[in-house]
């Protein structure tokens, strides 16, 4: 069984930015690796989207949301990599 959780690469990403899904290695095992290069695909946009968002500088609620999406995006994105290495070399 395969596939991402709400659906597609993206809203599994928006959902991770979100704080909706903790994302660990066992996220990424149901997936092939097709799934997992959309999926790097789909965090990197997402991270790009999210880092272009600048709210006001006097709005510390909003910039603090944006930074914890950001953790959030990055530290995804690092897991999964870190994934994607070891499985490829076996």
């Known amino acids: 069984m395969g596939g991402f959780i709400g659906g597609s690469a ?12 903790i994302v660990t290695e066992r996220t990424f095992k149901t997936m092939t690796r ?3 290069d959309q ?4 965090l990197d946009r997402c991270l790009r989207e ?5 709210p006001p500088l006097d709005d510390l ?4 949301q944006r930074n914890r999406k950001i953790q959030r995006l990055s530290q ?7 994934y994607q290495a070891r499985v ?3």
């Open 10 to 21: 993206y809203a599994m990403a928006r959902d991770i930015a979100e704080g909706f899904h």
């Open 34 to 36: 097709a799934e997992l």
């Open 39 to 42: 999926m790097a695909f789909e």
């Open 50 to 54: 999210t880092r272009a968002e600048q």
């Open 61 to 64: 609620p909003t910039i603090q």
């Open 76 to 82: 995804a994105f690092t897991i999964l990599r870190s």
């Open 88 to 90: 490829r070399r076996g």
